[in-house]
């Protein structure tokens, strides 16, 4: 063998053998994982300040807290606490304190409502089925069951869980016609926290961590930016109000420093073809 085809050997025993052999694709460099975010549930949960937790006689647990920019009802099945869709919420401060009341769908329909005293004390009841005919709260302790108090700690580390979660998707646009910039969250969005962004081309669309996702109360413009091989992205998704509703108004994105074409995608629809990569 020539000293030419030694040195090739030696260089490429040293490429391959200096890690005892292994080899690493381009994605597991990147930290990412070929997925389908949008068949797949892939929300985190975790328990926000525990407003009040209570037992009923039956022992199932009663969890209020508050996450992000929301108040949130858990209710136990065995040993684990199901995040609940919760509808009809309301606040009720009184001179004496404050009434949550929530609103749990299902059959049959439960009604659940913490007291928060100025004085400090807390107060839990649970209601199954409908509130009398006009009411929009019933009073604990007179009608349904008061709930045994729990000391927060007591439910700090009980598994949490999440069921029937729909994957919506937020935006689709293309990004000078070259990638796609998809955005992603759950159905019932709890926080910001929860959008997934992934951009790239149609076949490898990576995920990328938002360091941040702001939105107005103009009906929903939004702020999102996030980092692109080093270099920060921020894509802008306006709303306009025409002809008294809000509608999609004209996107932007900038990249480092430059302005770059984006257009929207048909709302609500993933791009055909996409294959995901997501973080692992």
């Given at each position: 063998?020539?000293?030419?085809?030694?040195?090739?050997?030696l260089a490429l025993l040293l490429s391959v053998g200096c890690q005892g052999g292994e080899t690493t694709t381009d994605?597991?460099?990147?930290?990412?994982?070929?997925?389908?975010?949008?068949?797949?549930?892939?929300?985190?949960?975790?328990l926000g300040r525990v407003l009040g937790a209570g037992k009923s006689a039956d022992g199932t647990l009663y969890?209020?807290?508050?996450?992000?920019?929301?108040?949130?009802?858990?209710?136990?099945?065995?040993?684990?606490?199901?995040?609940?869709?919760?509808?009809?919420?309301?606040?009720?401060?009184?001179?004496?304190?404050?009434?949550?009341?929530f609103w749990l769908e299902g059959t049959p329909e439960l009604h659940v409502q913490l007291w928060q005293g100025n004085d400090g004390t807390t107060r839990l009841g649970v209601l199954e089925g409908e509130l009398?005919?006009?009411?929009?709260?019933?009073?604990?302790?007179?009608?349904?069951?008061?709930?045994?108090?729990?000391?927060?700690?007591?439910?700090?580390?009980?598994?949490?869980?999440?069921?029937?979660i729909d994957t919506v998707v937020e935006y689709a646009a293309s990004v000078a016609g070259e990638r796609l910039l998809v955005v992603l969250r759950p159905e019932k969005l709890?926080?910001?926290?929860?959008?997934?962004?992934?951009?790239?081309?149609?076949?490898?669309?990576?995920?990328?961590?938002?360091?941040?996702?702001?939105?107005?109360?103009?009906?929903?413009?939004?702020?999102?930016?996030?980092?692109?091989?080093?270099?920060?992205?921020?894509a802008t998704f306006p709303v306009v109000f025409e002809n008294d509703v809000f509608a999609r108004g004209t996107p932007t994105f900038t990249l480092g420093k430059s302005d770059v074409a984006i257009d929207l995608l048909p709302?609500?629809?993933?791009?055909?073809?996409?294959?995901?990569?997501?973080?692992?």
């Open positions: 063998m020539g000293k030419l085809g030694v040195f090739g050997l994605d597991e460099q990147a930290g990412v994982v070929a997925c389908d975010p949008l068949a797949t549930e892939h929300v985190s949960l975790e969890v209020i807290d508050h996450f992000g920019d929301s108040d949130r009802v858990f209710v136990s099945d065995g040993a684990e606490l199901v995040l609940r869709n919760a509808s009809g919420t309301g606040q009720v401060t009184e001179a004496d304190g404050t009434l949550l009341s009398p005919k006009g009411a929009k709260e019933f009073e604990i302790g007179a009608q349904g069951e008061e709930l045994e108090l729990v000391p927060p700690s007591d439910v700090a580390d009980v598994k949490l869980r999440q069921d029937n709890d926080s910001y926290e929860q959008f997934r962004v992934f951009f790239g081309a149609l076949g490898h669309l990576q995920e990328r961590s938002p360091s941040n996702v702001s939105r107005a109360l103009d009906g929903g413009s939004t702020w999102i930016n996030f980092d692109v091989d080093g270099q920060t992205a921020e709302e609500g629809q993933a791009p055909d073809g996409a294959a995901y990569y997501c973080a692992k």
